[in-house]
């Protein structure tokens, strides 16, 4: 069988190659285009993608793929329709990064409440010249008491709950939006807005998800709530969150993903130096804790298809 891996330096430590491997092509970096990934794969069994897109018009010309293994809990990167259409089955390795994510979005709480990045700047623009031992600025916030508001109750959320509750947060669970009846241990979409001091993404990107914070929701939240988003750059309006920043109806916001990676340079939220907007990119997941679970869930999902016990199936 022939492994062809897109984008592999996505994974900075290489995959270790199973023995019933015919051929193993690591592929660094590669274009976003249909034509670049056809070509890439036209002699593949095996797929491994972490964010190169698999459409129905790529599928429909690779008649050898029987197998995508996506490097990632989430698949939106592929067409599961079209992969089900072409008798191609698709596994992604759920839950890695639970730990790192979830840490992740403890730390971005804690430097947004406590408005780290405005004083770390402050230490060395004002602190000088301070006719004080201390420079007041923005305001510190409790962490403890505050209310965090969680979309998304998988692995992650979950996670990220544990920790939160652990350092005496209060903690919802949002339900879908337009769900007009309401799950036990959730509230209504609307009710997380309104109560939360915090708001953390952790839902996968679906139509039914897109743009699923935007003016509309800046608008219904608190004043000076903050918005952490380390899942997909889609489900915010990018630029709602920074008109939500620039009016101050937005108290902070931590984002670790964006609407299109690598960003353009011209992105909105890029072109902003404020000390409440933290972005990174698309980091929180890749501890070594997260980065050897993801290792090790690629390899036992090629080695669980190669036996015909195909595991982690999405599609």
Not at 158 to 183: I, S, Y
Not at 282 to 310: C, K, P, Y
Request: aromatic share 6%; net charge negative.
């Amino acid at each position: 069988m022939q492994i062809v891996f897109l984008d592999s330096d996505t994974i900075p430590t290489p995959l270790p190659v199973p023995e019933w491997v015919t051929k193993w092509v690591n592929l660094p970096a590669t274009a976003q285009d249909p034509e670049a990934v056809v070509q890439a794969l036209a002699d593949a069994d095996i797929c491994i993608t972490n964010k190169i897109k698999l459409t129905q018009g790529i599928l429909a010309r690779l008649p050898k793929l029987k197998f995508v293994c996506v490097a990632a809990t989430g698949y939106d990167c592929v067409d599961l329709q079209a992969c089900r259409e072409h008798g191609v089955i698709v596994s992604n390795v759920p839950g890695y990064s639970r730990q790192s994510v979830g840490e992740g979005v403890i730390g971005f709480i804690f430097s947004l409440r406590r408005a780290l990045p405005f004083y770390q700047t402050t230490a060395r623009q004002a602190w000088p010249d301070s006719p004080h031992f201390c420079v007041h600025g923005a305001p510190v916030l409790n962490v403890r008491g505050a209310t965090l508001g969680i979309f998304g109750r998988g692995a992650i959320g979950q996670e990220v709950a544990t920790l939160a509750q652990a350092l005496g947060m209060n903690v919802l669970f949002g339900e879908h939006r337009n769900r007009p009846d309401v799950r036990p241990g959730y509230v209504r979409f609307e009710t997380l807005l309104a109560q939360s001091d915090i708001i953390t993404l952790h839902c996968p990107l679906t139509e039914a998800t897109r743009s699923m914070i935007g003016q509309a929701e800046i608008a219904q939240m608190k004043r000076g709530a903050m918005l952490i988003n380390t899942a997909r750059g889609p489900l915010i309006n990018e630029q709602a969150v920074a008109d939500g920043l620039l009016s101050g109806q937005l108290g902070g916001v931590a984002l670790d993903v964006l609407s299109v990676e690598p960003p353009p340079a011209e992105n909105p939220l890029l072109q902003m130096h404020m000390p409440n907007l933290i972005i990174t990119p698309h980091i929180t997941w890749a501890n070594e804790h997260g980065m050897r679970s993801l290792m090790d869930g690629i390899v036992g999902n090629l080695n669980a298809f190669a036996q015909g016990q195909a595991v982690n199936v999405v599609s």
